[in-house]
């Protein structure tokens, strides 16, 4: 949904714990989905993405689910380390749209 | 390899001052454009976009203004500067709109 305006939610993680960061959305239409990690100061970052004919993909410590019965979407940080800490964002765009609309963003917060 | 370029990183300016703010990709052709703003704390709204050179789709009715004058360049423009539009402005490049965004490293502009 829409980000603007709305205060970030936050999530504090033990350094070495795994980390879920969930992203609801409404657009039933909705085929293409990425998730952003944002340092202070600096612009968002890709991070992985997934496509509606899919319900699970991997990175490099990350997974990304999609449950379109639920329209949900959640990234897995697996292993978090200090260097993880940042505004996580969620987008989505439908198919053959040249927009993508972003969530709220989570904060994540990595205690050592 | 494809890259960004924003600038300037950081813009302190009057209110009703003029404003230009330009953003370049390098290493791509006939990209889609966006500008966004970020305020403090907050999700990304989008402004501007460009699927070509001369289209400019507007977002949101507002102070400020885009074009595209090349087709790697974007320039974000304003006449008359408020004081609500301070923020952190972001431009992003995309190969079509089901593609992963890649945004610069945004300019900060504060309005005194």
Redesign the interface.
């Given at each position: 949904g829409e980000s603007v305006g709305l205060h970030l939610p936050t999530l504090s993680v033990q350094e070495g714990d795994n980390s879920i960061i969930n992203c609801a959305y409404s657009n039933s239409a909705s085929d293409y989905f990425i998730w952003y990690k944002q340092e202070s100061g600096k612009g968002p970052q890709f991070i992985i993405d997934i496509r509606s004919n899919m319900d699970k993909r991997q990175g490099q410590r990350v997974t990304v689910l999609l449950n379109k019965t639920v329209k949900h979407l959640s990234l897995q940080i697996a292993a978090t380390q200090p260097g993880d800490s940042a505004v996580y964002f969620c987008a989505e765009t439908p198919f053959g749209n040249e927009k993508l609309t972003f969530g709220t963003g989570t904060r994540l917060t990595i205690i050592p | 390899s494809q890259t960004i370029h924003q600038w300037p990183a950081t813009l302190v300016q009057p209110v009703g001052s003029p404003l230009s703010l330009e953003c370049t990709v390098e290493g791509t052709s006939n990209p889609?454009l966006?500008w966004y703003r970020q305020?403090a704390?907050?999700?990304?709204?989008?402004l501007f976009?460009s699927?070509g050179i001369g289209q400019i789709?507007s977002?949101v009715p507002q102070n400020l203004s885009a074009s595209r004058p090349q087709d790697r360049q974007f320039i974000l423009s304003s006449k008359k500067l408020l004081l609500s539009d301070s923020g952190f402005y972001?431009c992003?490049w995309s190969a079509?709109?089901?593609q992963?965004?890649?945004?610069?490293?945004?300019t900060?502009l504060s309005i005194l």
């Open positions: - | 889609n966006y305020a704390g907050r999700g990304l709204q989008l976009y699927v789709s977002e972001l992003a079509a709109g089901n992963p965004q890649h945004f610069g490293d945004g900060r």
